[in-house]
């Protein structure tokens, strides 16, 4: 078997151990002789399968009581849906921070149910760095605040969190949730697709306060209102179940590294590692403003933009894969989430002083 260094941003690399574990229960969970994929997600099996992940995933980030865990379908992108129909209760409006690509596709989708107060964008540094909190101008009357606190695209990241008093604070953590702790007191609702740093695509993690919870529209459909999850301990319908089961084993090989500190030591010494290979490089450059750089997602330009498909082809010889841009920024992406080693980091360094070398 060989295993290559996936940079992809997303479905993404996941821990080798994770997989290995699940390979070898594949055909026959702990004795139960069903793969986790046949089972009844209402039996006695699944349902210690689901509450442990839960738990789990409690404790990594000190979720309080009065936060729901959700384990829903639909991605991050139905949450953009969710979260409006859900949170405006009755009032007119939401602020949301345009910080980029991802950012934009929450507003467009907002725009469907109430009116969007942009309160701050950078999107005049072609997002490139985050707006101070000081420059936002929030709506008092909003029903909550959206943010991006990392854009999987652009390679921004909040590296604080707003302080918005008690409107609630919506956070679409998809490719930065388990990459450091959070207060998770500070939001009223976090969401994240898995197949960034939680498990495999299919499975959309919902945490919502309590009181967030029963207002949503009239008419918003019934898979749509956090209630309907809520009251049925994500079961109303049949759930995810494998997603589940392997962001659960992911859960577990977090907590065994250390839990989220123990994660943000070594995401920022990988990060910081790639950023000084780029900027000491004279040959690839970062756009991001050094504040506002992401410690998951990290693009870069070749010194002349012939080399890309060069810079690809030696990368793919020497195992450093799906390397290449967005296709909306071109140049070149690595993500470094998590399951990244820091191995594959220093190969990919390595690679990338190599290459400048001999290209520069
Ligand atoms: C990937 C991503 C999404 C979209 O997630 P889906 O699960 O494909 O809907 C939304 N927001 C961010 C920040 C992402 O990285």
Redesign the pocket.
């Known amino acids: 078997m060989s295993r290559i260094y996936n940079f992809s941003a997303?479905p993404a690399v996941l821990p080798e151990e994770v997989l290995q574990h699940a390979r070898e229960e594949m055909l026959d969970w702990n004795g139960s002789g069903m793969s986790v994929m046949e089972m009844s997600h209402r039996g006695k099996e699944f349902m210690s399968i689901a509450e442990r992940a839960e738990a789990d995933l409690r404790e990594l980030m000190a979720i309080p009581a009065n936060y729901k865990v959700l384990f829903l379908q639909g991605?991050?992108?139905?949450q953009f849906a969710m979260v409006p129909l859900n949170l405006l209760r009755g009032k007119k409006g939401a602020d949301y921070i345009n910080t980029g690509m991802?950012s934009k596709?929450a507003i467009d989708e907002a725009k469907r149910f109430c009116a969007v107060n942009v309160a701050a964008s950078s999107e005049a540094t072609k997002f490139t760095s985050i707006p101070p909190q000081a420059e936002w101008k929030l709506d008092p009357s909003a029903a909550y605040v959206h943010y991006?606190p990392?854009?999987?695209i652009g390679g921004v990241e909040f590296h604080w969190v707003p302080q918005i008093g008690d409107v609630p604070l919506v956070a679409?953590l998809?490719?930065t949730m388990l990459s450091r702790p959070v207060d998770v007191t500070k939001f009223g609702v976090i969401y994240a697709?898995a197949?960034?740093n939680i498990g495999p695509?299919g499975l959309?993690v919902v945490i919502v306060r309590d009181d967030l919870i029963g207002g949503a529209d009239a008419k918003t459909p019934v898979m749509f209102d956090y209630k309907t999850h809520a009251d049925n301990g994500s079961m109303y319908n049949t759930p995810p179940t494998y997603g589940w089961y392997l962001a659960g084993l992911v859960f577990q090989h977090v907590k065994k590294q250390g839990g989220l500190k123990a994660m943000a030591a070594v995401n920022q010494r990988k990060a910081q590692k790639l950023y000084d290979a780029i900027d000491n490089s004279g040959f690839y450059k970062n756009p991001v403003e050094k504040s506002a750089r992401s410690w998951m997602n990290v693009p870069f330009t070749l010194a002349n933009a012939d080399l890309d498909k060069t810079f690809l082809a030696e990368a793919a010889k020497a195992n450093l894969k799906t390397l290449e841009g967005h296709r909306s920024v071109g140049g070149m992406r690595a993500s470094i989430y998590n399951a990244m080693p820091e191995a594959g980091v220093d190969t990919l360094v390595d690679f990338m002083r190599d290459f400048a070398r001999r290209n520069g």
């Open positions: 997303g991605g991050a992108s139905a991802w596709k991006t990392n854009e999987t679409d998809s490719s697709g197949q960034k695509a959309t």
